[in-house]
């Protein structure tokens, strides 16, 4: 089949990043910025909250491998979706839980999974993730890329990432690739 991308907003993109990139079918995630109206801004720009984007991720992945429902179960496992406009401490529009979708099917699956996590009660709220479809993706800076890989024992990514890949490991150590940290 090929390979195919995914675009995903909840929260900070490094926590996101950390938790797809070791998973077996992905291939490439990039960190970046999407859902606004500035062209090519900066992680600054994004941050100040007035840009209109989120911070968001990018995943090319081998369906044949791993599904886009199978990205789109963990995605709704490792943020809060009822949160509107907010993951933690991280406040601001830039921080919204979204699927920018690439295709009609995507946008179809991505509906689906949110009426079968409503229906099973999986929150205790409601989902309050945006379905959009994907217009232009910016790559964030070359310092935002692989964050926690290259800053582990930053205080940041000890409090919010570290948890998250504990807790990969835990739930999803058999769709890690061999040697994931």
Request: aromatic share 12%; charged share 20%.
């Amino acid at each position: 089949m090929g390979q195919t991308q995914a675009t995903l907003a909840g929260g900070c993109f490094w926590c996101l990043e950390a938790v797809f990139k070791p998973l077996r079918g992905v291939t490439h995630v990039v960190s970046g910025y999407t859902g606004g109206t500035v062209r090519n801004p900066s992680y600054r720009e994004v941050c100040s909250g007035t840009t209109g984007h989120a911070e968001a991720i990018q995943i090319t992945f081998d369906p044949d491998v791993i599904s886009y429902r199978d990205l789109l179960e963990i995605f709704f496992a490792f943020h809060d979706p009822t949160t509107l406009n907010q993951q933690g401490p991280d406040v601001g529009t830039q921080y919204r839980s979204a699927v920018f979708y690439h295709s009609a099917e995507q946008r179809h699956a991505a509906e689906a999974l949110i009426r079968d996590l409503t229906t099973e009660g999986v929150f205790p709220s409601p989902i309050v993730t945006e379905l959009v479809a994907l217009t232009d993706f910016f790559e964030a800076e070359e310092s935002h890329q692989e964050y926690y890989l290259r800053n582990p024992e930053q205080a940041y990514c000890q409090a919010m990432i570290a948890p998250k890949i504990a807790k990969l490991r835990a739930r999803y150590r058999d769709r890690l690739v061999a040697g994931a940290p």
